[in-house]
């Protein structure tokens, strides 16, 4: 994204949602500073414990294949793959992320975080490079890689038809938290948006919101 439309998404947020953009504020200002943890050794996983569990409840009733759009380091990934069966491909062109440029993921953690699964295939690329020539069959697919409406809304349309009939869709960020995230966390307008759009949608059922995940399945 450049500086014209991140000026323009901003503007958005805050006609749209005002304390939402205070909260994307505090986070531009938290990046600029440097007040943002240090990477741990292992890398860096924002999904709650709650998401990881819902996230795992799928990941082990996938027969074909589990697609993850946005891998970070692999510590999520991580999580799937002690329950699951199926083969896992991680998508990430390894750039900063949408909503904190000095969050960035790493190729090496996530070899290492995924070392143990012998069905983990890794994609440093673009989703939307990477979808062009897809052949492998998949059930169950996590989208949480570029969170601006445009971007997570373009995986969907690109990934879903090629998602199996009665398979999942998570998209994470999608919904609030207030419980298990100290200071709570609103989620991001780009999945928030389009999973309101797709509770609508004939083509999905909508099975639930754990923390900000929010699940579907293909009809």
């Excluded at 999904?47 to 970070?72: F, H, M, N, P």
């Excluded at 090496?108 to 979808?131: G, M």
């Excluded at 601006?148 to 090629?162: G, H, I, K, S």
């Excluded at 759009?197 to 639930?208: D, G, H, I, T, W």
Aim: proline share 6%; glycine share 6%; aromatic share 12%.
């Amino acid at each position: 994204m450049n500086l014209k439309e991140k000026i323009i998404d901003k503007i958005d947020i805050l006609k749209r949602n005002p304390r939402l953009f205070a909260h994307v504020i505090k986070n531009v200002v938290k990046t600029r500073l440097g007040l943002f943890p240090k990477t741990p050794k292992e890398g860096n996983r924002f999904s709650t414990d709650l998401e990881v569990k819902t996230l795992q409840k799928y990941a082990c009733i996938a027969r074909v294949g589990i697609v993850e759009v946005g891998v970070l380091d692999g510590l999520t990934t991580r999580e799937m793959a002690k329950v699951a069966q199926a083969p896992i491909y991680g998508i990430d062109p390894i750039i900063p992320d949408s909503m904190n440029e000095r969050l960035i993921g790493n190729e090496e953690k996530i070899k290492q975080n995924l070392n143990f699964y012998p069905k983990f295939y890794f994609f440093k690329d673009y989703s939307f490079n990477v979808v062009k020539n897809w052949r492998q069959p998949f059930d169950f697919i996590f989208i949480d890689g570029d969170h601006t409406y445009e971007a997570v809304r373009q995986d969907f349309l690109q990934w879903f038809p090629l998602l199996q009939s009665g398979g999942t869709v998570a998209f994470h960020d999608s919904a609030p938290v207030t419980s298990t995230i100290p200071g709570g966390f609103i989620g991001w307008p780009g999945p928030i948006k389009l999973v309101a759009e797709l509770k609508n949608s004939p083509a999905l059922e909508f099975l639930e919101v754990q923390d900000s995940l929010s699940v579907f399945r293909k009809k």
